[in-house]
């Protein structure tokens, strides 16, 4: 199992932007990525810049075939205009 947690800060005034381009890809990964398990966007509290995305897949695997589909390459070139710097990814390993 591969857990996944993404951090995004949008640059000034593409908040709004952002999150509704994250809810779109949510939305592709849930409906065409059966071995994704959890792939949820949050707002953080207080600071409507940053989302984090929490992922699960079932292998390494379903992980690689996520970051190949077209519809993520499509998210990750409009981030280019919507981030203020780069994406953070921590790449989690279960201790259970």
Known sequence: MITVLAKLIAKPGKESILAEECMAL????QANEKDCLMYIPH??????AEITFFEKYA???A???HTQTPYFKAFT???TDLLAGELGVQILKELI
């Open 26 to 29: 949510a939305k592709e990964v």
């Open 63 to 65: 992980f690689d075939v």
């Open 77 to 79: 070139e409009k981030c």
């Open 59 to 61: 292998t390494q695997e």
């Open 43 to 48: 707002i953080t509290q207080g600071n409507p």
